[in-house]
């Protein structure tokens, strides 16, 4: 059974840095469309970054939320079966719940979740 696990969550000042890992087991990476999903308290899951299984090069073809645009980089590498999400200028309206994303484009059955890793951003 695949299974995903993210971590490097915790508490930053607005404006700061944090980068997120998703270690995925079970699964090759390159195969899947890799994603972080975001959550917020009385909010629904949002996308904020994925990353196409197009080409096995580290950035690969990515999409981002307008959100996020510029401040956020999403990469992974093969080798190490991690995703990461590199996140600077972080503000307080990007407190939430972060999730990783394992999709299948060919099989959609094949969807994965991490537990998620909470970031929270405030002085």
């Known amino acids: 059974q695949a299974q995903l696990v993210e971590s490097g969550g915790g508490l930053v000042q607005p404006g700061g840095s944090l980068r997120l890992s998703c270690a995925a087991s079970?699964?090759?990476?390159?195969?899947?469309?890799m994603g972080w999903y975001r959550q917020a308290p009385g909010k629904q899951r949002e996308l904020v970054a994925s990353i196409s299984t197009f080409g096995i090069s580290t950035f690969g073809d990515t999409n981002y939320a307008d959100s996020v645009k510029g401040r956020f980089t999403i990469s992974r590498d093969t080798a190490k079966k991690t995703v990461y999400l590199q996140m600077n200028l972080l503000k307080p309206e990007d407190t939430a719940v972060y999730y990783c994303?394992?999709?299948?484009?060919?099989?959609?059955?094949?969807?994965?979740w991490g537990q998620g890793t909470q970031v929270t951003v405030s002085s």
């Open positions: 994303n394992a999709h299948h484009p060919a099989y959609g059955t094949l969807d994965y």
């Open positions: 079970e699964i090759r990476i390159s195969m899947y469309t």
